[in-house]
């Protein structure tokens, strides 16, 4: 038995075998992230963003600031036939992070089937997901846009008010 778990070894890597967690240092890198979105994106503007792709932006220069490791769109997740890529991941904190951009009344209804869809394909692969979303002014009530969301274990999701 020693035999085969030596054999076993040699052909992975250590990631590959151990499964544990190491949850504190996890959640205190998980509650950095959401306190850079919460409290740091919406000050971190020159300008006015006008879409997504400036959210994003910004949000990896808070990310590089703050000395936290992360792949940008290069993580992929297949679920069903359809390919997805997180706006950001985090290996070692087992986290994939959405950007998403609310510019007028409609895409906020948008956004819940977005995020929907967003949770089923990465929960298959991530245990800890954050939605960060940058509102000029359509949400109106953030605790009910954002509570069933949040009922789901390891899904955060934070409303930034333009």
């Not at 052909?11 to 967690?21: A, F, M, N, P, V």
């Not at 706006?87 to 409609?106: H, Q, R, S, W, Y």
């Not at 209804?109 to 977005?114: N, S």
Request: proline share 2%.
């Amino acid at each position: 038995m020693l035999t085969a778990a030596v054999k076993e070894l040699d052909r992975s890597t250590l990631e590959d075998i151990y499964q544990g967690k190491n949850t504190g240092p996890e959640t205190s890198g998980i509650l950095k992230i959401i306190n850079l979105a919460g409290s740091q994106l919406r000050k971190s503007f020159r300008q006015v963003p006008e879409n997504e792709k400036d959210v994003q932006n910004v949000f990896e220069v808070l990310l590089i600031g703050a000395g936290i490791r992360y792949e940008r769109e290069t993580v992929s997740v297949t679920y069903s036939s359809k390919t997805y890529y997180p706006d950001f991941t985090v290996g070692m904190l087992d986290l994939a992070i959405e950007m998403k951009f609310c510019g007028n009344t409609a895409k906020e209804k948008t956004l819940i089937a977005e995020i929907n869809d967003d949770i089923l394909a990465y929960k298959s692969k991530f245990g800890n997901l954050l939605f960060v979303i940058y509102d000029k002014g359509f949400v109106r009530d953030v605790d009910a846009f954002c509570g069933n969301f949040e009922e789901q274990e390891g899904v955060m999701v934070r409303v930034v008010k333009e």
